[in-house]
């Protein structure tokens, strides 16, 4: 189980890299193109996939709360 700063520090380079976009204007195009930067920026798949995988569980929740529309889903295969 993750710690609650460890969740803090993932979502906030969420929130420092696309905290302007309209959350429901985020869709496939940029989560591929944070991957890649992630990927870049970080030692490879392992690590952005751990800042993906709290994005994604973050987008479900809002979904789940019905902050997010039920059709905007998180994109598949990210």
Do not use: C, I
């Not at 710690?3 to 929130?15: D, M, P, T």
């Not at 496939?28 to 030692?43: G, I, M, Q």
């Not at 751990?50 to 990210?78: D, F, I, T």
Request: glycine share 8%; hydrophobic share 40%; aromatic share 10%.
């Amino acid at each position: 189980m993750k710690s609650v700063k460890e969740v803090q520090r993932l979502l906030a380079w969420w929130l420092n890299q696309y905290g302007g976009e309209k959350l429901l204007d985020f869709g496939v195009l940029t989560a591929r193109k944070a991957r890649e930067k992630l990927n870049a920026e970080h030692d490879g798949p392992a690590t952005s996939n751990r800042y993906l995988s709290q994005m994604r569980a973050a987008w479900n929740w809002g979904r789940e709360s019905g902050l997010v529309p039920v059709e905007h889903a998180w994109p598949p295969g990210l």
